[in-house]
């Protein structure tokens, strides 16, 4: 060990098990200010990504849908399975509210600043692939309600996606509804949008911690009764097997005065008296 190496006070006066314990958190608050600082700078490029990817590709197909079909054109695709209808409309899917257009434009309003509100709590690969694909949906659509006939804020929607038996909806659509299925999946899985699961920050259960506690206290009541004496009432304690019992500090006195002869006693007297 080196002579000359300085050494902390504070060491000396910490118990191990504390000074283990506050490494830990220290080792926790780094690790947390590393998180704050680093990781949702690239969640939220993600996430910007997706919203980009969703809302480029929306409004070129509609812009394709718009130049090269007119309304009410149908053209098979995969038939009977799939086919491109153009359509516009007014209000939501199956042609809910077409007469409250300006209610959907608030509410995509509404669901793009809050999404954009939560950027920066944003800590997780899914969540962030979730978030952009339902906001570059809803700033595909809304984009419609705002620029396209026949006002401004009561725009139609440009559709031309077409299932059998089914809405004809767009990519827009198709990006908000599969970010919520992945929003749902997340939260059936207990990850939030931190990146956390939902287990790691319950509290242990009095369970689980008399359980981590009782062999401790298990072990310390068979040290404390492994170093008592074992007596049965109305017995005599011996001796532990394997040790030879010494002699009593009374014995050994006595034993002494006992063998103390009346010649040593005169030669000690007369030793006195010359």
């Not at 725009?155 to 749902?184: E, R």
């Not at 206290?217 to 304690?237: K, L, M």
């Not at 002869?261 to 007369?270: E, H, L, R, V």
Request: aromatic content about 6%.
């Amino acid at each position: 060990m080196n002579e000359h190496q300085p050494i902390d006070p504070a060491a000396e006066t910490t118990p191990p098990g504390e000074r283990g314990a506050a490494g830990q958190h220290g080792a926790e608050q780094g690790s947390d200010s590393r998180h704050g600082r680093r990781v949702p700078w690239h969640y939220g490029v993600v996430m910007l990504l997706c919203t980009l990817v969703a809302y480029t590709f929306d409004q070129l197909t509609k812009w394709w849908v718009v130049s090269t079909m007119s309304e009410g054109q149908v053209t098979p695709v995969i038939p009977p399975v799939l086919s491109w209808r153009f359509i516009r409309n007014p209000g939501a899917a199956f042609s809910i509210g077409t007469d409250y257009t300006w209610v959907f434009t608030i509410i995509m309003v509404v669901v793009a600043t809050a999404i954009v509100l939560q950027v920066r709590k944003v800590a997780s690969w899914g969540w962030s692939v979730a978030l952009g694909l339902v906001l570059g949906g809803a700033l595909g659509n809304l984009t419609d309600r705002l620029f396209r006939e026949p006002s401004f804020g009561q725009g139609h929607v440009v559709d031309f996606i077409a299932l059998p038996n089914f809405a004809i909806f767009n990519i827009a659509d198709s990006a908000v509804v599969s970010g919520v299925v992945l929003i749902c999946l997340l939260t059936l899985r207990g990850i939030g949008m931190d990146g956390r699961r939902t287990s790691d920050d319950a509290p242990d259960s009095p369970d689980a911690s008399n359980a981590q506690n009782a062999p401790a206290g298990a072990a310390t009541a068979g040290s404390a009764h492994s170093t008592d004496p074992v007596t049965t009432p109305g017995t005599t304690p011996g001796p532990t097997p394997g040790t030879t019992p010494g002699p009593t500090p009374e014995a050994t006195s006595g034993a002494t005065t006992a063998g103390t002869t009346p010649q040593d006693t005169d030669d000690d007297g007369a030793g006195r008296g010359r």
